[in-house]
């Protein structure tokens, strides 16, 4: 079945980087787009960030373009999102999800990750 | 961007009630628009997409609808395991977006 399991989130002060991962499994993660989704605590969903198959290309939402960085790892059946730059609005659950029908259909998520941005 | 607008913020209904969601899109697009269902400490779960499409194990009290950008969820015959935000979301272009959530309480 299909499993995208995340790591690497926790406490980081303002500036900071952290990096989170996603490990897929049950899927061929080559043939998929992934994103990166976030929910700061007891709001809604904001997208952050999609590549493509084959790191084609990338894109990523205003809010943290020049900070965070997406990247995939194929052979590891991973994905990546590097946050630098962090600030304390960036506190937040973060999700990695699935491209299905489309690129930005969202068929299966992560379990989420929760990053907490403070001094 | 497309704004993606839901009404109402927050619902309570009964076991075995029919409620509906509103989604209004800022601007039109095709029949990219999904639905989603969060449970509290949960990721969201993808039931709809393309409009109508219910998912693999969704139940078929879900539908969806549309006129004009205007999309709606319906659940017919409301059931327990009901409860939760239910989120739209738009996937026609980047930066794909969501709706503010709908919050369904039973009562």
């Known amino acids: ?34 994103s990166w989704v976030r929910q700061a605590p007891g709001k809604g969903l904001e997208w952050l960030s999609f590549i ?38 960036d506190t937040a659950v973060y999700y990695c999800a699935r491209g299905g029908g489309s690129w930005f259909d969202f068929d299966f998520w992560g379990q989420g990750t929760l990053v907490t941005v403070s001094s | 961007d497309i704004q993606m607008t839901q009404s109402p913020s927050s619902l309570s209904a009964s076991v075995g009630d029919r409620v509906t969601i509103t989604c209004r899109a800022s601007q039109s697009f095709f029949t990219n628009l999904n639905w989603y269902q969060q ?12 409009v109508y499409s219910l998912k693999s194990g969704v139940p078929s009290r879900f539908s969806g609808g549309m006129s004009g950008t205007d999309f709606t969820l319906t659940i017919n015959n409301l059931q327990p395991e009901d409860f939760g935000v239910y989120y739209c979301q738009q996937s026609y272009m980047t930066p794909p977006t969501f709706g503010q959530g709908t919050k369904l309480e039973i009562k």
């Open chain 1, 52 to 89: 493509s198959t084959s790191s084609a290309h990338t894109n990523y939402a205003d809010a943290v373009k020049g900070r965070f960085t997406i990247s995939r790892d194929d052979a590891d059946n991973s994905l990546y999102l590097q946050m630098d730059s962090l600030r304390p609005e």
């Open chain 2, 39 to 50: 449970k509290p400490g949960k990721a969201p779960k993808l039931l709809i997409d393309t």
């Open chain 1, 1 to 34: 079945q299909v499993q995208l399991v995340q790591s690497g989130g926790g406490l980081v002060k303002p500036g900071g980087s952290l990096r989170l991962s996603c490990a897929a499994s049950g899927f061929i993660f080559s043939d998929y787009y992934m």
